[in-house]
């Protein structure tokens, strides 16, 4: 089975070709960085006019790559959820109309379930059952991973995810749009100790996270004083320590209440290098494995759509002729496949 993906979330254009025997065919992808950076955030409108632009000059590009044509095609997948509606609609409506136009099924595909099965695209992917850290600007959670389709969601985010804080902590260090990168670079600079911030609700049992609270705190650490380098990077580095400690942590907390063996970490903020790092130090010292996506499936693409895609359309599943998209859309609704 052979399928077309389009990922078209928030602020990055996606198509991808995906084959069960012959795997990754193509990927294409276009960031919105230089376009929203301006405003310091994505602004929906001018997301959703983009992917309007974008979209299908990808779509062709990937085809075209992946020496496809529509006979070639068992199906289409797409993002339809949860992410900014106008966004999603415009991936969603190229896709149900190729789908009809050359007569195969469509499969509305959850965002989150792509970046879970992300790893699945490497050499060596992770087994099932396993624990899940999935991160990114949106969410913060900790997911038993029965299988694919079968989650359960052990911990998340109070408040902001830590993507948020990574970004909203760069914005108070006058760092540019996407702040979260921008202030992982800086911190390597950093002086380790130089600034201490809480680890919240890391002294309650529990899975959760709340992370709204080190926004606060890195605000009152720098009131009345200049922003040269040598503080941004200071201030940096204590954010990220508190941030991946935190991350660190709960994972290991989960691993224990679990009793499972193998943690998947996906999502924009699996990207961070140093939280690899330390993730796969401090598992490996319990007995546990850590499975990542390359660098360039952690952040939004279509590769992880077709996967999440191709696996649910193996299985006979597919949507009706409407368009389907879901502003949000629980992760535990999504129905389990049998192994």
Known sequence: MRVLAIESSCDESAAAVLDAHGGLLSHELFSQVDLHRTYGGVVPELASRDHVRRLLPLVRSALQRAATDARDLHGVAYTAGPGLIGALLTGASLARSLAYAWKLPAIGVHHLEGHLLAPLLEAEPPPFPHLALLVSGGHTLLIEVAGIGGYRVLGASRD????????????????PYPGGPQ??????????????????????????????????????????RQLTPRLRADVARGVQEAIIDTLVAKALRALEYTGLTALVVSGGVSANRELR?????AAGRTGARVYYPRIEFSTDNAAMIAVAGLKRLEAGQHDGLAIQARAQWPLESLPALQP
Do not use: C, Q, Y
């Not at 948020?164 to 914005?171: G, I, L, R, Y």
């Not at 790092?277 to 130090?281: D, E, K, P, T």
């Open 160 to 175: 902001d995810a830590a993507g948020e804080a990574f970004d909203k902590t760069a914005k108070l260090l006058g760092l």
């Open 183 to 224: 202030l992982a670079e800086i911190a390597a600079a950093g002086r380790h100790g130089a600034f201490t911030f809480p680890r919240p609700m890391l002294e309650r049992a529990g899975l959760e996270f709340s992370f709204s609270g080190l926004k606060t705190a890195v605000r009152h650490a720098l009131e009345g």
């Open 277 to 281: 790092a330390r993730l796969s130090a």
